[in-house]
């Protein structure tokens, strides 16, 4: 595709269940994003992956949130036993070499935890 | 990381002129200002990205002083469609500099 796409765009969950949430890079883009944006902030940095290397999680918030990129393209964003807390709007990003470098972000998930 | 600070909300009318001027006092030697749009229900969109003086594109104009503690984003002419909310980022250079930092943004309101 000619940009970043995320599935779902929105997601709804009830309190301490698992979600996951897809990112499909701009093809051939070595380094992949996860940032997670509240309702009137700017987005924060979660993780970093270098293909399917992942250098940097240091923004994850917690040990339910785990993510991956198994074969250096698409990447998965999982969020185990969801809290009310982690209602946000959740985006990925990529850009053509490894950082820095200019990120090219997708649409975002909305998730929703009830 | 360098700590950048803007408005945190400005109106225009359609047609006029928009500085948005962001400060970014300890930035270090090797780091580029870059800004970002973001629309409603969108991801940031990168504008523009400078390191001293000038820089223009079909979007925007970036004016960065010689002491580089301070940046103005220009937008000429908005229109409705502007209506969105800037990011200046202040980092982009060495080790660690992947984790763009965008702060709150300015959030420009263009008026009819």
């Known amino acids: 595709g000619a940009g970043v796409s995320q599935s779902p765009r929105y997601k709804v969950a009830k309190r301490g269940q698992d979600v996951a949430l897809r990112c499909d890079p701009i093809?051939?883009?070595?380094?992949l994003f996860w940032y997670q944006q509240a309702l009137g902030q700017g987005p924060e940095f979660l993780t970093y992956?270098?293909?399917?290397?992942?250098?940097?999680k240091s923004g994850l918030p917690s040990d339910r949130f785990f993510a991956e990129r198994p074969e250096g393209s698409v990447s998965t964003l999982k969020i185990q036993r969801t809290q009310q807390e982690d209602s946000a709007v959740y985006l990925c990003?990529?850009?053509?070499?490894?950082?820095?470098?200019?990120?090219?972000f997708g649409p975002g998930t909305r998730l929703t935890v009830l | 990381l360098a700590k950048t600070t803007q408005p945190i909300s400005m109106d225009s009318y359609e047609g006029q002129e928009v500085n948005i001027t962001c400060s970014h006092n300890?930035?270090?030697?090797?780091?580029?200002i870059t800004w970002y749009q973001q629309f409603p229900s969108q991801g940031p969109r990168f504008i523009i990205q400078?390191?001293?003086t000038k820089v223009t594109n079909e979007v925007a104009s970036l004016f960065i002083p010689a002491d580089r503690k301070s940046s103005t984003l220009s937008l000429p002419r908005v229109s409705l469609s502007d209506t969105a909310v800037y990011y200046c980022?202040?980092?982009?250079?060495?080790?660690?500099?992947?984790?763009?930092?965008f702060g709150k943004g300015t959030k420009l309101s263009v008026i009819p």
């Open positions: 990003a990529s850009s053509l070499r490894q950082a820095p470098d200019t990120q090219y």
């Open positions: 093809s051939g883009h070595v380094s």
């Open positions: 992956f270098q293909n399917e290397a992942q250098l940097d």
């Open positions: 300890n930035i270090a030697t090797n780091d580029y």
């Open positions: 400078g390191y001293k």
């Open positions: 980022l202040g980092p982009y250079s060495g080790a660690g500099s992947y984790q763009l930092t």
